[in-house]
Every structure is written in structure tokens, then in C-alpha cells.
């Protein structure tokens, strides 16, 4: 623990809280330099973050916290801050993650409201406030595949191998901007959202990559999340639950069908990412935690494209070449029924 850094902490608390009558415990962190400590001062609480301007810049968080909170986003009020020194006070949402009370018997609410609130924040105009979810970006993220996962496991596609992957890589980019563009936030699952005591609506965190994209991408994130897997029939269930939801201006010349298409081949964009970006977490970061979810988001991948003519060239691929070298080294993913 860095004292200075402790004694900076104590010090703007005190002024924050007019008061040194308070009790400070840091939470266990994850790799980045961001730190948290709940802090509590006759019986309210408050969540301090601890972001040391050389390293972390809050700013974005801030914004678009603000923004969201405006807006009626329930996102941590912020109590307080201090960007030059890097501390923010937020309001404190508890410790309960929607992923520790997620079962067969309380999903469909759960994802109902959580759907519910999505509806709510595509609603909200931030073509201002977002960078797009360009072209470039969704290609680039799809070819952390390429980049990570196929050298991991000493794979080197040959030419036409090469343009078939290009080719599919684009139309499944082209896919997802020809969706209704909204505010996406990027990670919104079962981690990223938080019970509130006595609140109905959960509590959203984790907002800070926030881009202008398409509508389905939150509801893939979420009913299709990396870390838990429910069956195909309540996933296409809770898609249609949502479609309702739409406004009509998002159901135009777009039939569930079409719809489920496009949520289908946004998930696929989406699972094509995240295989480079844990295998990039082992690689390069060391991070081993993440492996063991990686053949889950192989087989939602290989599962999800199934009804797609144009996508399975790319597929054979995969199950040809990739998929024997990827279950020696990551394992084969268990079916739950």
C-alpha cells in the first residue's frame, strides 16, 4: 500500500464527509490499476475509487456517468470527485451481482427487467455523446481471432482460407450496422449488473466503453453471456420477449425472423471477439481464469450460425482446421441440457 497515496485518500474524505469519523476497507481489486474501498461513516456507506491520474483517467467514467444518471440510467450517483488527484465518492450498490442469483426459477424475471431497463437506454438520444461502433472497430475486434487464437494454437490459414475469413468477417460487420444504431454499453451481463436492496431496477455498472451500435448487441451479451449458458429455446424465448419490447420504428420492414437473424449473427461477431480476447488474456497477460469459459463461447459460436448459409464456409473452416487443435489445448465444452 502506497502511504502518501493513503494519507491523500484520508485527507479528501475527511473534507468530502466534513468528518474523519469514518471506516475505510479496500476491496480485493482485479489487474487494473483502479482500486475500490467501501467506505462507511454512521451507518451509510459510500464506494471511494481510487484512480491515480498517471495511470487511469477518469474522465470518460465521469461523463459518462453524468449522462447516464441524467438520463435515468441507474448508475452510481456521484457523490463527489476529484479528477486531478483521481478519487471519486459514488453511492454504494452493495455486493449482490445479478449473476449470483440468476436460476431456472428466477431468470426470466430478472432478464425481464433487465430487458425492460435496455429498452429504456436505447431510447435515449447519445449519437452526441458515443463514437460509433464503426466498421473498423467491429472488424478489428473479430480479428483478435486471427491474431491470438490461431497462432495459440499454431494454426496459419493459407490464402484462400485468408479471403474466406475477410469475407465473412464482413458480412457479418456490414450485419450489425445495418441494425437500429443505439446506445450499447458493451458489457452489459450478468457481472455488470447489481441487486439494490429494496430497488427493483438493478443497479448498471461497468459503463465506460459505451458506443453508438447496434440494437440487439446488449441482449446477446446478456442471454448469451460467456459465463453462464442457458438452453437455445429460453435463449430464442427471451429474444422474442425483447422484439416486443421494440419501438415500432425498430420493427419496420424487420419481422422476428429477421430480427433473430440479426441478434444471431451479431452474437457471432461478438463470440469470434471474445475467443481472441481470453485467449490474449492467457497469452500475453498471463491470466489463466478465463480459460475455462473459453469452449463454451466456441460452441455458442458453432451453435448460433448453424441456420446460416452464407456464414458456413467460415464454419467448416473452424470445424475442420480449428476445432481438434482447439479441444487438445482449451478443452471440449459439456452440453447442459
Not at 484512480?51 to 477518469?58: F, G, M, N, R, V
Not at 497469452?283 to 451453435?303: A, F, I, N, Q, S
Amino acid at each position: 500500500m502506497n502511504t502518501q497515496r493513503e494519507q491523500l485518500i484520508q485527507t479528501w474524505v475527511t473534507s468530502v464527509l466534513n468528518s474523519d469519523q469514518f471506516e475505510i476497507n479496500f476491496l480485493p481489486g482485479d489487474a487494473s490499476f483502479r482500486r475500490y474501498a467501501r467506505i462507511k461513516l454512521n451507518n451509510k456507506t459510500f464506494m471511494l475509487m481510487d484512480a491515480p491520474p498517471e495511470k487511469e483517467d477518469c474522465g470518460p467514467f465521469v461523463t459518462i456517468d453524468q449522462f447516464f444518471d441524467q438520463h435515468g440510467v441507474r448508475v452510481p450517483h456521484i457523490v463527489a470527485k476529484d479528477l486531478v488527484q483521481g478519487f471519486l465518492l459514488l453511492e454504494d450498490f452493495g455486493d449482490i451481482l445479478l449473476s449470483t442469483l440468476l436460476n431456472n426459477d428466477s431468470v426470466d424475471d430478472y432478464y425481464a427487467q433487465s430487458f425492460k431497463q435496455l429498452i429504456e437506454l436505447q431510447a435515449i438520444d447519445g449519437t452526441k455523446n458515443f463514437p460509433n461502433y464503426s466498421y473498423e472497430k467491429l472488424i478489428s475486434e473479430m480479428e483478435l481471432l486471427t491474431e491470438w487464437m490461431l497462432p495459440s494454437l499454431n494454426i496459419q490459414p493459407t490464402q484462400d482460407e485468408e479471403a474466406l475469413i475477410k469475407r465473412s468477417f464482413a458480412i457479418l460487420a456490414n450485419a450489425a450496422l445495418a441494425q437500429p444504431q443505439v446506445i450499447v454499453h458493451r458489457d452489459f451481463h450478468s457481472r455488470n449488473l447489481m441487486k439494490i436492496e429494496s430497488e427493483t431496477d438493478l443497479g448498471v455498472i461497468d459503463f465506460q466503453d459505451a458506443v453508438i451500435g447496434a440494437d440487439t448487441y446488449d441482449l446477446i451479451s446478456i442471454t448469451r453471456d460467456a459465463y453462464v449458458q442457458w438452453n437455445a429455446e429460453r435463449v430464442y424465448h427471451w429474444f422474442k420477449v425483447f422484439y416486443d419490447l421494440l419501438p415500432e420504428a425498430a420493427k419496420q420492414d424487420r419481422d422476428f425472423e429477421q430480427f433473430k437473424r440479426d441478434a444471431d449473427f451479431m452474437a457471432i461477431q461478438r463470440h469470434l471477439k471474445i475467443l481472441g480476447i481470453f485467449v490474449r488474456l492467457f497469452e500475453r497477460d498471463g491470466k489463466t481464469g478465463y480459460l475455462k469459459d473459453l469452449p463454451r463461447v466456441m460452441w455458442y459460436l458453432l451453435e448460433e450460425s448453424k441456420p446460416y448459409a452464407e456464414i458456413q464456409p467460415f464454419m467448416q473452416f473452424l470445424q475442420n482446421k480449428v476445432m481438434p487443435k482447439f479441444e487438445a489445448k482449451y478443452g471440449a465444452y459439456e452440453v447442459v441440457a
